[in-house]
């Protein structure tokens, strides 16, 4: 048997306080055949109570007024080198308006190596924040921010087997997309409520590969199986109509030097990255940044609408790309508004390319005494990579290296990259599609 199944099974108990999990994992310290596999679990519940009985000593963020509070805990394990699922017993879901009592959360862990990239499979990786809130009136498009470390593709999709949920009726109030965009249209009060929302994202090979086992047995892989599959769940809040949408009246909009949704940012262990984040609203209070991210990521505020996320990442955090998703929250009198969702991916460390001298120097982290200068967050990444190959006759290979590298450091594979003629490489997103 390939798959082992894991099962954290923790005390039962009857409180109905869930509100979403994100469970990631990825292949860390790969030395010959000897690894180790980083597990994330984001829990989120009502209360600290339920949180502590899942994880004693986790590190959490709350909702000011109590909505919620969001534990992250990690544990590393050593090379298993097969495929298994790992759960936990999340409890019971909050009361929703589709109907589903008992929560259930696994992921699917897959170490075998890869011929491909020869070495272990890393999940997807994405975060979300445990409530999503818009006003019924209000068309929205929430796009979850989901990046694959090894490059692979990643697809989205509602939990639809015993072993990914417990009653499996999505919310009937919004469409997803393979690419994780959920599209809400206006509706009217009836559907106003909270929803729980169970989706899995996978990954899946951009060519045919081999998983191979210690002992030698192999299994094919083609482009559409996938190679984990990680479960994504929150709450999705339909709250009565807002007097107007215009973001900036009464849901906040984010201003200048808030980087943009899906901004790059590159830092080495033990440096200090902050993060300014910047909200209006004329016709409501802004109350407070809300965010999901990696354990010790700390807010602070400074009033009006002035936000900052600090992090300094340790060893731990090492050679992986972490977002952080953040909303500016408003409220007046009982009514309360969000921001849209948006997340940052923050890639930690050095990491040996292309060939054994390579040098990554360090980067430029982003502070708020030194902003970017456009809205669009400019990145300083030195990389040295050394190679025999000649500039002048392989220029192709050398560029599809670069390019290899930064997608696997974090951007989006639909990269240009360019070599220009005093050395420098230039790279481009194409356009969005
Ligand atoms: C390798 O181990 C797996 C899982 O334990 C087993 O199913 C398989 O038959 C083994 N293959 C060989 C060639 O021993
Ligand atoms: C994966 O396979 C490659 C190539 O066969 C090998 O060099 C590497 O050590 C293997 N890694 C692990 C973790 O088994
Ligand atoms: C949501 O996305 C769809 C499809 O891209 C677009 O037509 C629509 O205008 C977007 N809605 C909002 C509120 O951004
Ligand atoms: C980061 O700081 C810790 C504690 O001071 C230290 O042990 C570690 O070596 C440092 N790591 C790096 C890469 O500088
Ligand atoms: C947080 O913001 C407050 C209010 O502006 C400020 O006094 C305090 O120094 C800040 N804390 C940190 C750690 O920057
Ligand atoms: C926002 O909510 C808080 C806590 O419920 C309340 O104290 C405050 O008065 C509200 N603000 C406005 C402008 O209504």
Redesign the pocket.
């Known amino acids: 048997m390939l798959l082992s199944v894991l099962l954290l099974l923790l005390v039962g108990h009857a409180k109905a306080g869930y509100k979403g999990a994100v469970f990631t994992y990825s292949t860390k310290d790969v030395q010959g055949k000897r690894f180790s596999v980083m597990h994330r679990y984001k829990l989120s519940y009502s209360s600290y109570e339920e949180l502590e009985l899942r994880c004693t000593s986790c590190s959490n963020t709350e909702e000011s007024r109590g909505e919620w509070c969001l534990g992250e805990f990690a544990w590393k394990w050593k090379n298993v080198n097969c495929g298994s699922y790992d759960g936990l017993n999340t409890g019971n879901w909050i009361h929703n308006r589709n109907g589903i009592s008992t929560s259930l959360a696994q992921m699917f862990v897959e170490v075998r190596n890869r011929s491909d990239i020869n070495k272990p499979n890393s999940s997807p990786q994405t975060r979300v924040l445990p409530v999503v809130r818009v006003p019924s009136n209000c068309p929205r498009n929430i796009s979850l921010l989901t990046f694959d470390p090894d490059g692979d593709e990643v697809k989205c999709r509602y939990a639809s087997s015993s072993s990914e949920c417990d009653t499996c009726t999505p919310p009937s109030v919004f469409s997803l997309s393979s690419s994780g965009t959920l599209s809400f249209s206006p509706t009217d009060s009836s559907s106003e409520g909270p929803y729980a929302v169970q989706l899995m994202i996978e990954d899946f090979p951009r060519e045919t590969m081999m998983l191979m086992q210690n002992n030698g047995s192999t299994s094919l892989r083609n482009t559409n199986s996938a190679i984990s599959k990680i479960p994504v769940q929150f709450v999705f809040k339909v709250d009565p109509a807002a007097p107007s949408c215009t973001e900036g009246e009464y849901l906040p909009r984010f201003l200048s030097p808030t980087p943009e949704h899906g901004a790059q940012i590159f830092i080495?262990?033990?440096q200090t990255l902050e993060i300014p984040i910047r909200a209006e609203a004329t016709q409501s209070v802004i109350t407070e940044l809300l965010f999901s991210g990696p354990v010790n990521v700390v807010k602070n505020s400074s009033g009006s609408g002035h936000f900052t996320l600090r992090w300094t990442p340790?060893?731990d955090e090492?050679d992986e790309s972490h977002p952080i998703c953040f909303v500016v929250q408003a409220n007046v009198s009982s009514s309360v508004y969000q921001s849209v969702h948006q997340c940052v991916v923050v890639t930690v460390?050095?990491r040996p390319t292309v060939t054994s001298t390579t040098v990554v120097a360090p980067t430029i982290p982003l502070t708020t005494s030194n902003p970017p200068p456009r809205t669009s967050y400019l990145t300083v990444l030195k990389l040295k990579i050394s190679t025999t190959l000649s500039l002048k006759d392989n220029h192709e290979i050398i560029l599809k290296t670069i390019k290899d590298e930064l997608i696997r450091r974090g951007l989006h594979p639909d990269i240009k990259v360019y070599l220009r003629s005093d050395g420098s490489v230039e790279v481009k997103k194409t356009a969005a599609p």
């Open positions: 080495d262990v033990n340790s060893g090492n460390g050095n």
